[in-house]
């Protein structure tokens, strides 16, 4: 039988899966990463230390699957866009930034501010610059850490780096680099006047070669052979950035239908032919390519998702054993139908510029911790739906939200999001989304499939359809409102009192 194994380097863990031609996942392992952050805004991690869990998770996800090496026909990576992995001139590794640093946050601010930001930047890059964009980021390091900045021989994103643990190749991939805010989406090319612009027109030399998502990128290597149980030789394709992998994986194809991903990240996008509206709408959306020939994918994302929930869990129930605390949860959340505390989950940052902190609003003496959970759920959905009802600014009400990340394990939590939303939310039968589509993405690179439409057909499908309940519908867009209005009135407090970086 043909095997595909797809493995995604998140925000805090590395996957790896492997599924049949069906999509069926066969195995799977999972192996948490460690967050450097010794100082606020920092969010590193050990580029050794991740190759050794990668190689781990590799092997532990043969061993569940119970196939061997040889029966692995291609291999592709996904991982968090944004952020950067620096390899040295000397070929040593410097730092390895993820997509939730917030460090260059007076960066990002400061260019939005910029009157020629639009003109010199946005209408060729598409891409408005957050602190964690791989532009902004090294602006910053440039301005604050001269000496690692000058060492730079290439950068990487996440998804690279796992290619580059396998192949001994460094390069990059056509997804992730149109998200950077260093690429000419407009054009499809590296854009000279823009890295000008930023300041940094020598990072130029540091590109590596650009590949396609589903192309050959580099084999196995020996070493990778010998640590992972994979067969020397396997092919490697160029890979592709979780959101796009995530498109793919819940079947996104067409134009009445979204997706959204309550992962690390809070992301809701669509995949489209004609971005002509975007442009003209003068208002600022994320518009990259997408791996699919002649699509673009566009999103609204921040870092506001499950990992509040993630780190309310890790920090507030002690008394609830490690590996019952999700349950317990979702038990609270389907007991409790309302809570009059709001959580506005910006833990991790914000899409505002606004240097935003998690704010529990509300609280009074007799609050319950069962409501406080309630609102934690409540607050990622509405973040969630700030995004969506942005993007239909510019596109139809779908008929249907496609849902992927850890989160649509909770059906409560998923049924929590229909009724919100007021439409309905599917859910995936595959529990990794993001190796998922990149095991599509790897079986299109060796033929098995014709094209990303023929392997989205064959491999993916639909667990479970959340209908709205109508009597709820009303009550939460109500609730709704109210968060947007008071995320709006917060802007100027969060920002006059933020914490320094």
Same mark, same amino acid.
């Given at each position: 039988?043909?095997?595909?194994?797809?493995?995604?380097?998140?925000?805090?863990?590395?996957?790896?899966?492997?599924?049949?031609?069906?999509?069926?996942?066969?195995?799977?392992?999972?192996?948490?990463?460690?967050?450097?952050?010794?100082?606020?805004?920092?969010?590193?991690?050990?580029?050794?230390?991740?190759?050794?869990?990668?190689?781990?998770?590799?092997?532990?996800?043969?061993?569940?699957?119970?196939?061997?090496?040889?029966?692995?026909?291609?291999?592709?990576?996904?991982?968090?866009?944004?952020?950067?992995?620096?390899?040295?001139?000397?070929?040593?590794?410097?730092?390895?930034?993820?997509?939730?640093?917030?460090?260059?946050?007076?960066?990002?601010?400061?260019?939005?501010?910029?009157?020629?930001?639009?003109?010199?930047?946005?209408?060729?890059?598409?891409?408005?610059?957050?602190?964690?964009?791989?532009?902004?980021?090294?602006?910053?390091?440039?301005?604050?850490?001269?000496?690692?900045?000058?060492?730079?021989?290439?950068?990487?994103?996440?998804?690279?780096?796992?290619?580059?643990?396998?192949?001994?190749?460094?390069?990059?991939?056509?997804?992730?680099?149109?998200?950077?805010?260093?690429?000419?989406?407009?054009?499809?090319?590296?854009?000279?006047?823009?890295?000008?612009?930023?300041?940094?027109?020598?990072? #130029?030399?540091?590109?590596?070669?650009?590949?396609?998502?589903?192309?050959?990128?580099?084999?196995?290597?020996?070493?990778?052979?010998?640590? @992972?149980?994979?067969?020397?030789?396997?092919?490697?394709?160029?890979?592709?950035?979780?959101?796009?992998?995530?498109?793919?994986?819940?079947?996104?194809?067409?134009?009445?239908?979204?997706?959204?991903?309550?992962?690390?990240?809070?992301?809701?996008?669509?995949?489209?032919?004609?971005?002509?509206?975007?442009?003209?709408?003068?208002?600022?959306?994320?518009?990259?390519?997408?791996?699919?020939?002649?699509?673009?994918?566009?999103?609204?994302?921040?870092?506001?998702?499950?990992?509040?929930?993630?780190?309310?869990?890790?920090?507030?129930?002690?008394?609830?054993?490690?590996?019952?605390?999700?349950?317990?949860?979702?038990?609270?959340?389907?007991?409790?139908?309302?809570?009059?505390?709001?959580?506005?989950?910006?833990?991790?940052?914000?899409?505002?510029?606004?240097?935003?902190?998690?704010?529990?609003?509300?609280?009074?003496?007799?609050? @319950?911790?069962?409501?406080?959970?309630?609102?934690?759920?409540?607050?990622?959905?509405?973040?969630?739906?700030?995004?969506?009802?942005?993007?239909?600014?510019?596109?139809?009400?779908?008929?249907?939200?496609?849902?992927?990340?850890? #989160?649509?394990?909770?059906?409560?939590?998923?049924?929590?999001?229909?009724? @919100?939303?007021?439409?309905?939310?599917?859910?995936?039968?595959?529990?990794?989304?993001?190796?998922?589509?990149?095991?599509?993405?790897?079986?299109?690179?060796?033929?098995?499939?014709?094209?990303?439409?023929?392997?989205?057909?064959?491999?993916?499908?639909?667990?479970?359809?959340?209908?709205?309940?109508?009597?709820?519908?009303?009550?939460?867009?109500?609730?709704?409102?109210?968060?947007?209005?008071?995320?709006?009135?917060?802007?100027?407090?969060?920002?006059?009192?933020?914490?320094?970086?």
């Amino acid at each position: 039988m043909t095997y595909y194994l797809g493995i995604d380097l998140g925000g805090t863990v590395v996957k790896a899966s492997v599924f049949d031609r069906a999509g069926v996942e066969a195995g799977s392992c999972g192996k948490r990463t460690r967050l450097i952050s010794r100082s606020a805004g920092q969010a590193e991690r050990d580029v050794d230390e991740t190759r050794r869990l990668t190689f781990e998770a590799i092997g532990g996800a043969l061993e569940s699957a119970g196939v061997k090496g040889g029966d692995v026909a291609a291999v592709a990576t996904t991982g968090h866009g944004k952020g950067v992995y620096i390899v040295n001139r000397d070929g040593g590794f410097g730092p390895g930034i993820i997509s939730t640093d917030t460090r260059s946050i007076e960066v990002s601010n400061r260019f939005h501010a910029h009157p020629d930001f639009d003109r010199q930047v946005y209408r060729r890059t598409l891409q408005p610059l957050w602190p964690a964009h791989t532009a902004t980021i090294l602006v910053w390091l440039k301005e604050t850490q001269r000496d690692s900045y000058d060492r730079i021989g290439k950068i990487m994103l996440a998804k690279d780096l796992l290619r580059f643990f396998l192949t001994d190749d460094v390069a990059t991939e056509r997804t992730d680099v149109s998200g950077t805010g260093l690429w000419n989406n407009v054009e499809g090319r590296l854009d000279i006047d823009v890295l000008d612009f930023l300041g940094i027109p020598e990072i #130029a030399d540091a590109i590596p070669t650009v590949h396609a998502s589903h192309a050959i990128a580099g084999t196995v290597s020996a070493s990778a052979a010998s640590a @992972t149980g994979l067969s020397q030789g396997t092919p490697v394709v160029g890979g592709l950035f979780d959101v796009n992998a995530c498109a793919l994986a819940t079947g996104l194809q067409n134009p009445d239908e979204l997706a959204a991903v309550v992962g690390t990240w809070s992301i809701s996008e669509f995949v489209t032919r004609d971005i002509s509206a975007l442009q003209a709408s003068g208002e600022r959306y994320v518009i990259q390519a997408h791996c699919v020939p002649d699509y673009w994918m566009i999103h609204e994302a921040s870092p506001t998702s499950a990992s509040n929930l993630e780190w309310f869990i890790g920090t507030l129930l002690p008394d609830i054993a490690e590996e019952e605390r999700f349950d317990y949860c979702n038990t609270v959340v389907a007991g409790t139908p309302g809570s009059d505390v709001t959580f506005f989950p910006f833990l991790f940052g914000d899409d505002l510029g606004a240097n935003a902190t998690g704010t529990l609003w509300g609280l009074r003496a007799g609050t @319950t911790r069962d409501q406080i959970i309630r609102a934690v759920y409540e607050g990622v959905v509405f973040q969630h739906a700030r995004h969506l009802n942005r993007l239909l600014k510019v596109v139809p009400r779908p008929r249907q939200v496609r849902f992927a990340g850890g #989160a649509t394990r909770s059906d409560v939590w998923m049924q929590l999001f229909a009724d @919100t939303l007021g439409t309905p939310v599917s859910v995936s039968p595959a529990t990794e989304l993001g190796a998922l589509g990149a095991a599509i993405c790897a079986a299109v690179g060796i033929q098995d499939y014709s094209s990303y439409s023929e392997a989205m057909n064959a491999m993916t499908g639909t667990r479970h359809t959340f209908t709205p309940v109508a009597a709820r519908v009303e009550e939460l867009q109500q609730k709704q409102q109210r968060f947007d209005r008071a995320v709006s009135d917060m802007v100027p407090v969060w920002s006059r009192y933020a914490p320094s970086q």
